[in-house]
């Protein structure tokens, strides 16, 4: 079992910064690649930020320059910094991690997802 849990997120104004974790515990083998995503009411999910074990990072062109992905391998955690945020960026953030778990088996598991509202 695999127990995930997001915390950060809440209320900012027009050009403010929120940060983000997620934190993954039980029977974890590995953390391999991780995600940010995104989503609003009628929209898709958008993957907007991802970071491998080795911590390379890649961000979709709309948070690109305002938003920092980290990791802390060691608590398996996920961190998402996020500057100057507008408007548009309010949205359900969700994460996912690619857990190897002890008996072996590789699959992504997915946070609760966390609100961030962002108006003045």
């Not at 934190?23 to 940010?36: D, E, N, R």
């Amino acid at each position: 079992q695999v127990q995930i849990v997001e915390s950060g997120g809440g209320l900012v104004q027009p050009g403010g910064s929120l940060s983000l974790s997620c934190a993954a515990s039980g029977s974890i083998s590995s953390v391999y690649t991780m995600h940010w995503h995104r989503q609003t009411p009628g929209s898709q999910r958008e993957n907007i930020a991802t970071i491998t074990r080795d911590e390379t990072s890649a961000y979709s062109d709309s948070v690109k320059g305002r938003f920092t992905i980290s990791r802390d391998n060691a608590k398996n955690t996920l961190f998402l910094q996020m500057n100057s945020l507008k408007p548009e960026d309010a949205a359900v953030y969700y994460c996912e991690l690619v857990v190897r778990t002890t008996d072996g088996t590789v699959r992504g598991y997915w946070g609760q997802g966390i609100q961030v509202t962002v108006s003045s």
